[in-house]
């Protein structure tokens, strides 16, 4: 049985820095080109409103 994990070591910023970063490389590694920055925000969920 697995101990379960110390809710104080639990990083909510830096897990979802990890998760934006996660998502920008599956999105850059699916282009032949580099991303512009219309698709950076986009992938980041920013508005230019």
């Known amino acids: 049985m697995t101990e379960p994990l110390d809710e104080r070591l639990r990083d909510d910023a830096a ?14 590694t699916s282009k032949d080109s580099p991303l512009t920055q219309a698709e950076v925000d986009e992938v980041l969920g920013i508005s230019r409103d």
């Not at 897990?15 to 490389?25: C, H, N």
């Open 15 to 28: 897990l979802d820095e990890i998760e934006l970063t996660s998502r920008l490389m599956i999105a850059a």
